[in-house]
């Protein structure tokens, strides 16, 4: 069992890790994407050490040079990854020390537990960014298909029973609103990611004379304008995950809204609304049954949602009852991190090119929309303007219903004589509430579907996602 001393923390020990335990407690199968960053960190670092004199420009440039060459070598997929050396941050270190003695200094007043911390605030910067981009292409592909399918309207819903009648863009909207959220709360966790870490050590910083700002300021942790951002507890800045948990959180809801998308789509698609076919590209077929078309990207989405939502559950208990400052546990943060911007981006992507695809029966939202049924609350409005108190007007409305269902009419065709009957404040002109372009026309305030604020709405998203 016994093998040669690890190479970092060799001094101390006598006995090198067991085989078992480096399968254990490796992480560069996954964390080797932190590459990119880890390389930024290090150069800005080093660029630091060279400032306050504690290495010379030449082995900065040294450092910067090996550097720069095995990035070079991680990008054309020729860098060997070695699971013995733990991490990525272990794995660039030894490389380095290949390529220059210099290497020997770079990890001066430097912790791998600042080091992953400023790792991870760059990734979530990038990924802030990049998932962002993704939703917003989400968001334009709705309003594409508002834009296309400008004059159809269909019931809104409550209880998933036909509710009232609503331009179909009013319910895409819907959908854009809780996109803009989405992208909000990656902004804010951006935001939050834009502090400095390093210089924060293994846990209390260190002895020797090192600059702060001046890392931060390079690697572009930097406020609106340009002044360098720095965590301001040594402790909290290596032991704190909340980026990792609100990055999840931030996901998870987005999930979540993905979900609801493709649960109203589904349902859209089925025989029995029929609103809408699926393009073939991101549906699927039966392997017994010949006829059948089945939603499955949206079906994943929904499925996906349940993954994004695990992700943040595994953050929050991971963190949960650990003592300040860093543990190994913390190592477990990154899987799930991970996973939740991959999957976010996917379900972001694939329901970006599903909308794109969806072609409207407006035949079958006309016929759905004409219920009179979804006008029934315009009536008891249409009462409340003769003076009528809303409660009887309801009552007065309700009775209507009843009627026409008792006798198997349409609500806007029952006979005159027996509307006037149910309350005296009907008139001749009582059926013109059914006239739908009319009763939409009326709901003109704010937030509402008539057709002045919907092309409020346009103009605003048309704006906003431009
Ligand atoms: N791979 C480690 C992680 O992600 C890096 C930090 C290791 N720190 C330590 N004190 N062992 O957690």
Redesign the pocket.
């Known amino acids: 069992m016994a093998k040669k001393a690890q190479v970092t923390w060799g001094g101390r020990f006598t006995e090198g890790p067991a085989e078992l335990m480096l399968r254990f407690s490796e992480?560069?199968s996954f964390?080797h994407r932190l590459a990119p960053f880890d390389i930024a960190g290090s150069k800005a670092h080093a660029a630091m050490l060279a400032h306050a004199g504690l290495i010379s420009a030449a082995e900065r440039d040294a450092i910067h040079a090996g550097l720069d060459g095995i990035w070079r070598e991680i990008e054309s997929g020729k860098f060997v990854w070695d699971a013995r050396l733990?991490?990525?941050?272990?794995n660039i270190e030894q490389a380095l020390t290949r390529r220059t003695p210099a290497a020997a200094k770079l990890h001066t007043a430097r912790?791998?537990?600042d080091?992953?911390a400023t790792d991870m605030r760059l990734f979530f910067k990038h990924a802030c960014a990049a998932l962002g981009e993704k939703f917003l292409a989400v968001q334009r592909a709705l309003l594409a298909v508002a834009g296309r399918e400008r004059d159809v309207l269909i019931p809104a819903y409550t209880h998933l029973q036909r509710a009232q009648p609503v331009y179909l863009a009013h319910h895409l909207f819907a959908y854009l609103e809780m996109l803009q959220r989405d992208r909000d709360r990656l902004a804010g966790v951006a935001a939050q990611a834009n502090f400095c870490p390093l210089g924060s050590g293994?846990v209390a910083g260190t002895t020797l004379p090192i600059d702060r700002e001046f890392v931060a300021k390079q690697l572009g942790f930097v406020d609106a304008r340009g002044r360098p951002q720095v965590t301001q507890n040594s402790m909290d800045a290596v032991g704190d995950r909340d980026l990792h948990i609100e990055f999840a959180a931030a996901c998870a809801l987005a999930g979540v809204h993905f979900s609801r998308v493709a649960e109203d789509l589904i349902l859209w698609a089925s025989a029995e609304f029929g609103f809408i076919r699926l393009p073939d590209a991101f549906s699927t077929g039966s392997s017994l049954m010949p006829q059948k078309k089945n939603p499955d990207s949206l079906e994943l989405l929904r499925g996906k949602s349940a993954r994004l939502q695990g992700n943040l559950q595994t953050l929050l208990t991971l963190a949960k009852g650990l003592p300040l400052t860093?543990n190994?546990d913390?190592?477990?943060?990154?899987p799930p991190v991970f996973d939740s911007f991959d999957q976010a981006g996917l379900c972001a992507e694939v329901l970006a090119a599903t909308a794109a695809g969806l072609a409207f029966n407006h035949e079958r939202c006309a016929a759905a929309v004409a219920d009179p049924m979804l006008l029934a609350t315009d009536l008891a409005d249409y009462l409340v303007r003769k003076g009528v108190p809303f409660r009887e007007a309801h009552h007065a409305v309700g009775a209507l219903v009843r009627v026409a269902e008792h006798s198997a009419v349409r609500l806007d065709r029952l006979p005159f004589e027996e509307v006037c009957a149910v309350h005296p404040a009907f008139d001749r002109d009582w059926a013109g509430v059914f006239d739908l372009q009319r009763a939409l026309a009326r709901r003109t305030g704010t937030g509402m579907p008539g057709p002045a604020q919907l092309k409020r709405q346009f103009a605003r998203w048309e704006k906003l996602l431009k």
């Not at 733990?86 to 272990?90: A, K, L, N, R, S």
């Not at 913390?330 to 990154?334: A, I, R, S, T, V």
């Open positions: 992480s560069v964390d733990e991490d990525v941050h272990m912790s791998r537990n080091q992953v293994a860093y190994r913390l190592q477990e943060d990154k």
